[in-house]
């Protein structure tokens, strides 16, 4: 077969890491999110109440002790108690406006996630205010996951036992790295006995399942701190390890640092590294009986360590999201939050009016929801046919025939009565999804 499997992606599948996203979390891309459609956001509000969709939180906690070095997303390091309060009185006062419209109104969420930032940079009291002013809006007895992500040298007892109680089901502990050297240099808050100290005690109190996170491919990484880094990963036994791969998008510290030194590659592992390393934490997780389930993760025991958060949105769930630079997702429209922190603050503050933060907006459009729930599903190395005949009426097989004949081609999947990648397709999937974007889609940046 003459016809290769190409990409503009910045890495060019094995080369050195460039600048530039790619891990692939949406569809459509976000560059043609447009607050001309910010009306379209709005009118969901004023339909019905579906009665077969699921709902979510997604609560974004925009503060840091520091600013990772890699770090892409809307944090700030600058924030005082008072401003931290004004926040949650404001979040609280958007999610109050969300719960009086028709397509919300009675709704009781599925899951809810918290997201940073840290959001464990919250104090307890800071917590309880947040958290209990949630429950009185959206009651959380239907809720089978309270996903929160913390930092782990925010994680006093005290603080623990907080999140505990708020009624958390899964903690994630962004750890990324074992080393103090390696932390340092990333400028990552947390040191290694920290780290230690919070899951100990996390662990004695009895969080339903427990994640960590990891980064294969921090400044300065080596083969042999990654393989300590993975051989203390399992000694710890978390329920579930995430790995990312490390990428250098346009608004972060190293890409700054780049731009001003006149260099087009960042100090950091080349992709073939990241992949290996990547490829060698899951040989290493499987053979101490973890079962690998996307190209991120791998859980202890899959049938009892769900997602919940994840497997909604890739099957098509809202996600009502609150919160500066928040995404959400309400009837087949996609909406961001204003991204800057005051500006947030004060439109939510002037307004008692539904969506009054959201500044852009794009409601799915043609084969754009099959797109987007199918790119999403391959990045769990398994893709349903029947699901998608069922829901959509097509069969993704005969659809996307000439992309996956390409990846068969490769070895790098086997289609069936399934898809299934391989582990070489797993290990670069986000690389691999943009051959099934629809073509005006393909030039875009995106994350």
């Known amino acids: 077969m003459s016809e ?25 891309p976000f560059s043609f999110w447009t607050p001309e459609q910010v009306a379209d956001a709005l009118a969901v509000l004023d339909r019905p109440a579906p009665t077969d969709v699921d709902l979510g939180l997604y609560v974004h906690i925009p503060f840091c002790r520091k600013r990772c070095h890699f770090c892409y997303f809307k944090v700030y390091t600058d924030k005082n108690s008072k401003e931290i309060r004004r926040y949650i009185d404001t979040v609280l006062h958007e999610m109050r406006q969300y719960a009086a419209t028709s397509y919300l109104q009675d709704r009781r969420p599925k899951f809810i996630y918290f997201g940073g930032g840290t959001p464990s ?41 907080r999140i505990r109680k708020m009624g958390v089901t899964r903690l994630s502990l962004g750890i990324e790295n074992f080393d103090d050297h390696i932390l340092e240099l990333n400028n990552r808050a947390h040191r290694s006995e920290e780290v230690h100290k919070a899951y100990d005690y996390a662990r004695s109190i009895g969080f339903d399942q427990i994640n960590i996170d990891l980064i294969a491919g921090m400044v300065d990484e080596t083969d042999a701190n990654w393989a300590d880094c993975v051989q203390k990963t399992i000694d710890m036994q978390p329920d579930c390890v995430t790995i990312y791969q490390m990428e250098i998008p346009y608004n972060t510290t190293i890409y700054a640092e780049m731009k001003e030194s006149g260099k087009s590659t960042a100090p950091v592992a080349d992709w073939h590294t990241k992949r290996r390393w990547v490829d060698e934490a899951f040989a290493a997780l499987e053979s101490a009986g973890y079962t690998v389930t996307s190209a991120y993760t791998a859980v202890k025991d899959p049938d009892r360590i769900k997602f919940v958060y994840r497997d909604a949105l890739w099957t098509g769930a809202d996600l009502l999201g609150l919160g500066v630079s928040s995404f ?14 005051g500006p947030y603050l004060e439109k939510m503050e002037a307004s008692d009016k539904a969506g009054a933060a959201i500044y852009r907006a794009r409601t799915m459009q043609g084969e754009e929801p099959l797109i987007r729930e199918f790119i999403l599903q391959m990045k769990t190395g398994h893709v349903d046919i029947e699901y998608f005949k069922t829901k959509f009426g097509v069969d993704v097989r005969e659809r996307f025939s000439r992309q996956l004949a390409l990846l068969a081609d490769a070895q790098l999947a ?34």
């Open 121 to 161: 940079y919250l104090s307890a009291d800071q917590l309880k205010e947040l958290t209990d002013g949630m429950k009185a809006i959206f009651p959380w007895d239907d809720a089978v996951e309270v996903a929160f992500e913390a930092e782990p040298g925010t994680l006093t007892e005290n603080r623990l036992e």
């Open 414 to 447: 086997t289609v069936d009565g399934t898809i299934q990648l391989s582990r070489a397709g797993l290990l670069q999937v986000d690389r691999l999804l943009l051959e099934f974007f629809l073509p005006e889609h393909k030039g875009a940046r995106y994350t």
């Open 328 to 341: 959400g997702h309400l009837g087949g429209t996609h909406y961001q939050n204003e991204a800057n922190f």
């Open 4 to 28: 290769q499997i190409t990409t503009n992606l910045p890495d060019k599948a094995t080369g050195q890491t460039e600048a530039g996203n790619y891990f692939v979390s949406n569809y459509p």
